[in-house]
RNA sequence: GGCGCCGUGGCCGAGUGGUUAGGCAGCGGUCUGCAAAGCCGCGUACACCGGUUCAAAUCCGGUCGGUGCCUCCA
């Protein structure tokens, strides 16, 4: 399996630590409000390389988090708790609103999108025990200086912080758009936030730093850090994440848990790019932020939003419009039409290498969109044959890409219909016939006439 | 302003120094009671200007255009 490592900016070969066992993590929601198509972009990524990971005989123990405290709305340890301003648009508390979009997120990503459940699911609350004393740790090792909002990592003592971003240290300064907040230098970061005495906070902790009493709450790069560290050790195979956590939030991860434990953290750095709608970035200012609702609202499926994202690679900036979708939902009812000929034609018997030729895409650095184009070619070989697709093949892809295509067999009244309309196309009674494929539309059924006799396939 | 990324046929989207990507949409034909599908055929793309090379859409330089992060937002 080769995937392209943004700290070494190459495609490396991936050669776990564990022989056979491969540890991944990556960075999960923020669960303070309703998730968007964006975020699934990058679940269903993520999805593949496991699947493709499992295929290739590894066992794969990951953990995805769930940042419910902590998450500011600015990367640079200002502005609002995302978790607050969640509580406080919902007239509730952040508690209620982590548990509630939780929920959420966990219906859209397992029930509705179908992606396989990650093997751990911690909350960063019940990590604070273990957070503080990884801050202690930092503090001991004299990584760390405490002013007036909190204790921060001073990114100045270690010699290669930014490699992952490749970050221009000696170009940052404070100034225009850096803000002096009393840190020593500009990429300092907080592990450790106080409670501002002005505010009501719903989640804050004692704590050992600052005055005695005070309050506090754990800065958000610190959580994936322990997180990581707690479930899956000192070192980790592969570390997820989208393009925007680079220059600051996993720079912060690999700054805090190499100054720990001394050894390189993950091995390996896979981001995936963004998708824009209509060819500029999703926003809340702009109002163009979609839901898997409003895609099913509209009509689409699930499925063909998969499929959508799929077609491009992970790496390259993807574009959503609802013409695009239903362009993916052709194709996907394309795929599924060829799926339900093995209820009505005998199985093809010649062994194909579909899974393999797929598998090959996937394992070259989750080439998905070649491992698409491998399967419209082998799709395209029923055109006029008088098989169906292997089941197995059919599974293959189900397996490897997570796009489910198989559906149920028509009712034995609905193959009654087919027949009736049969017997009467023969008999030249063009309107009975007629009436009866009008009826199986209604039904979601619509009757082709092939060289094969009357194939179904559902609207 | 600082740091990036990208520019492929109607749309989406791979790829790469010399060989048809593919999908979606469209057009013509065929088949067909009709419809749809299938099948056959059709667009000869790679922002622009230079350079390197026997050969560049593919490498280098520049220009133009778009766009991302730094602020709501993955």
Redesign the pocket.
Known sequence: MKLYNTLTRRKDELKPLNDKQVTMYT?G??V??Q?????W??YIYWDVLVRALKAEGYTVNRVQNITDVG??????D???D?ML?GALAEGTTAWEVADKYSKVADDEAYNKLGLLRPDHMPRATDYIPQQIVFVQELEKKGYTYQINDGVYFDTSKINNYGKL????ID??QFG????DTGKKNPTDFAVWKFSNPEEKRDMEWDSPFGDDGQKGFPGWHLECSVMARELLGDQIDIHT?????????HTNEIAQTESITGTQFAQLWVH??????D????????GN?YTLSDITEKGFDVQAFK??IL???????????W??L??????L??WK?TADLIWQLPEQRSASNLADSIQASLID?L?T??A??T???Y???????KHSPAKGDLKSIEQLLGIQLVGEDISGAQKQLISE?EQ??IA?D??K??EI?QLLTQQGI??????NG??W?RL
């Open positions: 960075c929601l923020t303070y409000s998730p968007h198509i964006g975020n972009v990058a998450h500011l709305t600015s990367d640079e200002a502005g609002e995302k301003r971003a490749k970050l221009d170009g940052l225009a758009r850096v803000e994440g989208g393009i925007d956590h680079i220059p600051v939030h995936n790019n963004h998708i824009k709608v060819g500029t970035k999703m926003s809340k200012s702009l932020i499929l959508l077609s491009k690679h992970y790496r390259t900036e993807g574009n959503f419009t013409d695009i239903g362009a993916a939902q052709n194709a009812n394309h039409a650095d080439d969109p070649g698409i184009t399967i419209n070619a799709i395209n070989t029923f055109g006029e044959s309309r009467a196309r030249k063009w309107q016939s007629d494929r619509e009757v082709k006439d092939t060289s009357p194939i396939s």
